[in-house]
């Protein structure tokens, strides 16, 4: 079936530092969803995109929808303890929506 | 409003023994989703139902039934089981036209031995 394959897998950055992680399809999606998931939590809707090449941001969360409308991006900036997680991406298809296994993200002080 | 509520949060079943979670949302949600989150394995649909009175398997339905019991709630049933069933389960819902996304719960951990 489709898949969305995210990258990295893991990030190990230093507080304050800025983060880059993207998410690619082999098909077209109309939509990208981007979800945080915090330890012993569910996924949470961060950021969703529903035009090619829209940029859309949620405080220090910035998460762009490439125009060839295959991929998507996510930056952080400046980040802080909290923004540890795991950050899924996610799309439509047929009658559900599919996830990225995730971009893990560790803080180190 | 609650979201999607998930019972219970953590269970220890031995190998072979029966139990159902249970889900339930108050959002008005038509749509409803069984995932299981494993290490490096992401979020794995089980089973889902797009309205109330349907349901379809996902991507790993072995050793798994579900029921739609109303809109509001969807139950996940393990007959008999396995050590491959350990797992972190999540439930979520979502509204007609859902590239809105999916509401999830808090997860129910589940350790079978």
């Known amino acids: 079936g489709q898949q969305l394959n995210q990258s990295p897998q893991s990030m190990f950055i230093q507080e304050g530092e800025d983060v880059s992680m993207n998410c690619t399809s082999s098909s077209i999606f109309n939509t990208w969803l981007w979800y945080k998931q915090e330890p012993g939590e569910g996924p949470v809707l961060l950021i969703a995109l529903y035009k090619a090449g829209e940029l859309t941001s949620n405080g220090r969360l910035t998460a762009q929808f490439g125009i060839t409308r295959k991929d998507s991006f996510l930056n952080i900036s400046a980040s802080i303890p909290s923004d540890v997680g795991i950050y899924f991406c996610?799309?439509?298809?047929?009658?559900?929506?599919?996830f990225g296994k995730g971009t893990r993200l560790h803080i180190l002080p | 409003n609650a979201g999607v509520t998930q019972t219970p949060k953590f269970q220890v079943l031995k190998t072979g023994q029966s139990m159902t979670l249970q889900c339930a949302q108050d959002?008005?949600?038509?749509?409803m989703y069984w995932y299981r989150q494993d290490p490096g394995m992401g979020l794995r649909l089980i089973y889902y139902s797009a309205s109330e009175g349907t349901t379809d398997k996902g991507e790993v339905p072995n050793g798994y039934n579900v029921s739609r019991l109303n809109k509001r709630e969807f139950s996940l049933r393990l007959e008999s089981a396995a050590p491959s069933q350990t797992s972190v389960y999540f439930c979520?819902?979502?509204?007609?036209?859902?590239?809105?996304?999916?509401?999830f719960g808090s997860g129910t951990r589940l350790t079978v031995v």
């Open positions: 979520a819902s979502s509204d007609v036209g859902f590239d809105y996304g999916y509401t």
């Open positions: 996610a799309g439509p298809w047929g009658d559900k929506i599919i």
């Open positions: 959002m008005n949600h038509n749509s």
